[in-house]
């Protein structure tokens, strides 16, 4: 949610800023509808006014024995007046947050002005890509002979679900352990375990509603699936008031996700890449303003060292203003190196949204020795996508007789097992 006051302020900054995610000015439409609800609250506030002068007026009048039909009739006009009054305030000023819900966040400064992927920029890479001296398969081919099987998920539940077996559900399973361990005791993440069931108001405090409630999943009963554990753990502060924050709040979470993928329509529907129901362990962070950068490069480096630990190849990248998602202020997309489709393959994003959702949300923080209030930043990143980390082990640790090597740091959680060979 966006700042009334800094549209009201220099409305020709604003749509600057969203004319370099390529849309078009919204300043002239927002701030006509901020004029007409600020005119009906002072059309309100005089209306009660004069009511409550009438109203006094009369009983002066009796107690004078004047006559006072003619402001019996105004208080009697003013309140009839009045409920038609209140309620067009009431619409207009939802008319307004509605306008204000629907325009994304706007860019820091140092994020590159572009349309799409293609003008992302790449700013570091890590590992080198295994050299094979054999023709390296997609996990998709490896993965049924090692118990990835994708039919018995299609029989159950249709296309994009996956039913993992032995082998390959432990290490599935192993990833998510390991990746929680390490933000837990290595990064100073509190780990959480929280509802993947939440209303709206948790939705629409992270920035998924109105925009995304086709890309999401919702129960008869009016809750959502969530997306992803960012929704739980940010919304885990909505109207609230935090102490002075001199630390900043991470939290962690291995969580069930789910997604309709509405928008995603004909992408990656062969294999793991891309499913409607996968597991993430999620980072957030709610901190004060002053903190947003800083956490912003930890918590990529947190995500980071998950690969590193692996031994997985990846790159970083900055996302442009128009690949960036609608929360963002800014972005590092991780991309990891897939041998078996010769591509680098998004695994995590981290993105800092500056006071965006807090103020969708209401939560604020209070500084040491100050009586007022102001709004914290919050954070949230892939530190990774479970399933994307599974398909890059697959495809980077693969053997000529289709086997798996264990990575070194998974096999504690594996029993000691080092291998997975095909059934």
């Known amino acids: ?75 009697a006009a003013l309140k009839e007046r009045l409920p038609e009054l209140e309620a067009d305030q009431k619409a207009v000023a939802a008319a307004l947050v509605d306008k204000l819900a629907t325009i994304p966040n706007l860019p820091a400064n140092n994020v590159p002005t572009g349309k799409d992927e293609s003008d992302n920029v790449e700013l570091k890479r890590w590992g080198t890509p295994r050299t094979f001296d054999f023709a390296p398969k997609e996990h998709a081919d490896l993965g049924p002979a090692l118990g990835m099987d994708f039919e018995t998920g299609a029989r159950l539940s249709g296309a994009r679900f996956t039913f993992l077996r032995g082998g390959m559900a432990r290490l599935h399973r192993a990833l998510a352990q390991f990746m929680l361990d390490r933000h837990v005791e290595d990064n100073g993440y509190v780990e959480c375990n929280p509802p993947v069931l939440v209303g709206d108001a948790a939705m629409y405090g992270t920035d998924k509603l109105p925009k995304f409630a086709d890309d999401s999943f919702r129960t008869t009963d009016g809750r959502w699936l969530i997306p992803t554990a960012e929704v739980s753990l940010t919304a885990s502060v909505v109207d609230r008031i935090l102490g002075d924050l001199s630390e900043p709040m991470r939290m962690t979470a291995h969580t069930l996700c789910f997604r309709s993928e509405a928008g995603a329509a004909g992408r990656d529907t062969r294999g793991f890449i891309r499913q409607h129901q996968f597991e993430k362990v999620e980072l957030v962070t709610v901190c004060r303003p002053d903190d947003s950068d800083a956490e912003h490069e930890r918590m990529t480096r947190c995500a980071e060292g998950v690969l590193e630990a692996l031994d997985l190849p990846y790159r970083r990248l900055l996302l442009c203003t128009g690949d960036m998602g609608f929360g963002a202020r800014r972005t590092y997309d991780l991309e990891v190196w897939l041998p078996g489709q010769d591509a680098w393959r998004e695994i995590s994003s981290c993105s800092t949204i500056g006071d965006f959702q807090a103020r969708r949300m209401n939560t604020r923080f209070r500084p040491d020795g100050e009586k007022g209030t102001r709004f914290v930043h919050t954070l949230n990143g892939s530190g990774l996508a479970v399933g994307r980390t599974l398909v890059a082990v697959l495809e980077n640790y693969q053997q000529a007789d289709g086997s798996i090597t264990v990575p070194a740091v998974l096999q504690p959680y594996m029993g000691g097992v080092e291998q997975l060979s095909p059934r």
Request: net charge negative.
């Open 1 to 75: 949610m966006h700042d009334i006051r800094l549209i009201r302020d220099d409305p020709a900054a604003f749509d600057a800023a969203l004319a370099k995610r390529g849309l078009a000015p919204v300043s002239a439409e927002v701030l006509a509808i901020d004029e007409r609800s600020r005119t009906l609250t002072t059309e309100v506030q005089t209306v009660l006014a004069r009511r409550n002068e009438a109203s006094k007026a009369i009983g002066t009048a009796k107690a004078r024995r004047d006559d006072p039909t003619d402001l019996m009739a105004e208080v």
